[in-house]
T-cell receptor, first 116, second 116 residues
Framework: AQKITQTQPGMFVQEKEAVTLDCTYDTSDQSYGLFWYKQPSSGEMIFLIYQGSYDEQNATEGRYSLNFQKARKSANLVISASQLGDSAMYFCAMREGFSGTYKYIFGTGTRLKVLA | ETGVTQTPRHLVMGMTNKKSLKCEQHLGHNAMYWYKQSAKKPLELMFVYNFKEQTENNSVPSRFSPECPNSSHLFLHLHTLQPEDSALYLC???????????????FGPGTRLTVT
């Protein structure tokens, strides 16, 4: 079974509008971390936002926010006021495990295209 | 140089060649990672080094051989590769991998490898 599922292979959004990228995860650990990364066409993965499993509030970083619904095991990324430079692949990732045995697991990604 | 650098950016090699990929991080991090990114597949974690010690080998074939001489440098030695090994190889670093905190990873731009 997939540990990280991103069901949207591609998304379009109009410039200046908000967009939500979906991510669901599967783990039996109580303690885990969730990350979102952006990968422009240049190839470099850029860290965007992090949510810990014990964090009670949704994480926010500028125009990025993470809609964390623990019971549903979802960690959707919300990008507000989309910009043309937001066009990229977006990956959801999870870190689970214990000290010395941590595993980072990535989803298959969502390609976002921002339209002018 | 800042961040995480990788050389070469592009590599074409025959199945009988031996080559090495190099990664260097200028962030003072203690953990370094090799990932393989193939088209339409999730990012695959290959190796993890923490304080120069290998902490993870995700069942990677022996034709891939990592080397971490110090916390700033990571190599991936390649020999007798197969065409299915063609992919983008990403190096990443993070502050630590053994502590309880969830440190984000910083990625290099990757090496696009083509095996002919």
């Amino acid at each position: 079974a997939q540990k990280i599922t991103q069901t949207q292979p591609g998304m379009f959004v109009q410039e200046k509008e908000a967009v939500t990228l979906d991510c669901t995860y599967d783990t039996s650990d109580q303690s885990y971390g969730l990350f979102w990364y952006k990968q422009p066409s240049s190839g470099e993965m850029i860290f965007l936002i992090y949510q810990g499993s014990y964090d009670e509030q949704n994480a926010t970083e500028g125009r990025y926010s993470l809609n964390f619904q623990k019971a549903r095991k979802s960690a959707n990324l919300v990008i507000s006021a989309s910009q043309l430079g937001d066009s990229a692949m977006y990956f959801c990732a999870m870190r689970e495990g214990f000290s010395g045995t941590y595993k980072y697991i990535f989803g298959t990604g969502t390609r976002l295209k921002v339209l002018a | 140089e800042t961040g995480v650098t990788q050389t070469p950016r592009h590599l074409v090699m025959g199945m009988t060649n031996k080559k090495s990929l190099k990664c260097e991080q200028h962030l003072g991090h203690n953990a370094m990672y090799w990932y393989k990114q193939s088209a339409k597949k999730p990012l695959e974690l290959m190796f993890v080094y923490n304080f120069k010690e290998q902490t993870e080998n995700n069942s990677v074939p022996s034709r891939f051989s990592p080397e971490c001489p110090n916390s700033s440098h990571l190599f991936l030695h390649l020999h007798t590769l197969q065409p299915e090994d063609s992919a983008l190889y990403l190096c990443a670093s993070s502050q630590d991998v053994a502590s309880g905190a969830y440190y984000e990873q910083y990625f290099g731009p990757g090496t696009r490898l083509t095996v002919t």
